[in-house]
């Protein structure tokens, strides 16, 4: 390659323009307007509530990238490789893809990763000057976008909480970052004995609110919109913290468990379900997998001993330990 390929083979690998489109377009829906038969840029523009001359540059432009084609008529008709891009396609990729998604608004803070390799923070914080979880918060697309995310099932081994930790003599349990609910439906069904707390941001308790509604068990569970950096409410039997702390660094994790030892008080016990994803990060493409992770969170990796440690510096003690999987541990603290 001479120095002009090399200058055009730079300027195509660090090219923005094109997933920043492929974005827009899964994010305005366009796929969707076309397959149901709106083909001009007019009505697709009064449809997905754009400027006509842009929307039809950009629409344009994913010709160019073989995603759409023209019509005889000069309208746009979709090419089989931009299928996954409708919302009902079997395999689709809109939800994954729209800017104002989960995933979407996560990986818009990879534009940050120069932050994380400078400080180890998330890139999130130092393009937004906020965490995810935050700015996820912040308004109603948020919450939308955690209720079309369907985070329902149970993942990285989370029925291990369910089904190995002793709850029989447990009354009540606080799912502290308890997300859309998932884990606290699973522990009240499975255990019907058992009353359940969910603490989480505002805008993820709604949707949790209307999971355990639906899930029946509402009469056995509250939910409190609250940071679980402030008093969590008291006296429970459990603090389960699942897949919180890879989020936080080794300060930020302390005061986390804290919170919990300070409302379990000495009685009551903190179930750490923490999950380590080192097997994900040794997957075959290692480094871009490490690099996505740690552009996301500080410590996607903790090992026993380290959780073990953080414990410690909480003011708490282990007193029981569940099975170890490639992703998840279970620890039980007592103050
Ligand atoms: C990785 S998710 C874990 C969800 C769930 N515990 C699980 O195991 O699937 C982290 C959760 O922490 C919540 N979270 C983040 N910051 C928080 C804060 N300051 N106070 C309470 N919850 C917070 C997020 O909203 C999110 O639901």
């Known amino acids: 390659m001479d120095d002009l390929a090399h200058v055009g083979h730079l300027t195509d690998l660090a090219d923005l323009l094109r997933p920043a489109a492929i974005r827009a377009a899964a994010t305005l829906g366009v796929a969707d307007h076309i397959a149901a038969g709106v083909h001009d840029t007019e009505r697709l523009a009064r449809l997905c509530g754009t400027r006509t001359e842009v929307l039809d540059s950009l629409l344009r432009y994913l010709v160019s990238l073989d995603l759409l084609d023209r019509d005889k008529n000069g309208g746009y008709a979709l090419r089989d490789a931009a299928r996954p891009l409708l919302t009902d396609h079997p395999l689709s990729l809109r939800e994954a893809l729209r800017l104002d998604g989960v995933t979407g608004r996560s990986d818009t803070a990879l534009l940050g990763l120069v932050h994380t390799v400078r400080t180890g923070e998330p890139a999130h914080v130092g393009l937004f000057g ?6 996820l918060d912040e308004d109603a697309a948020g919450s939308e976008a955690i209720e079309r995310a369907a985070l329902g099932q149970l993942v990285f081994d989370a029925e291990l909480i369910r089904d190995t930790y002793d709850w029989s003599a447990v009354r009540s349990v606080v799912d502290v970052g308890g997300n859309t609910g ?3 439906t699973s522990l009240l069904t499975g255990h019907p004995h058992l009353r359940g707390t969910l603490v989480d ?3 993820v308790t709604r949707v949790a609110a209307k999971n355990i509604a639906e899930a029946g068990v509402q009469d056995r569970c509250e939910v409190v919109a ?29 005061a986390i468990l804290r919170r919990c030892a300070e409302a379990a008080g000495g009685t009551g016990k903190v179930l750490l379900a923490d999950v380590s994803l080192d097997v994900v990060m040794k997957s075959d493409d290692t480094a871009r997998t490490e690099l996505l992770l740690r552009a996301m969170m500080p410590r ?5 001993a380290e959780l073990t440690r953080l414990g410690r510096a909480a ?6 330990q569940g099975p170890v999987t ?4 279970l620890i039980e603290f007592s103050a």
């Not at 906020?130 to 700015?135: D, K, N, P, T, V």
């Not at 008093?231 to 702390?245: E, F, G, K, M, N």
């Not at 996607?300 to 026993?304: H, I, L, N, S």
């Open 182 to 184: 998932a884990i606290l």
């Open 315 to 320: 003011g708490l003690r282990v007193t029981w």
């Open 201 to 203: 941001l505002p805008g």
């Open 226 to 254: 609250g940071s679980f950096f402030d008093p969590l409410p008291a006296h429970r039997d459990v603090y389960l913290l699942s897949a919180i702390l890879g989020d936080w660094d080794d300060a930020q994790a302390v």
């Open 130 to 135: 906020r965490g995810y979880w935050e700015s």
């Open 326 to 329: 490639p992703v998840r541990s």
């Open 300 to 304: 996607p990796v903790r090992t026993v």
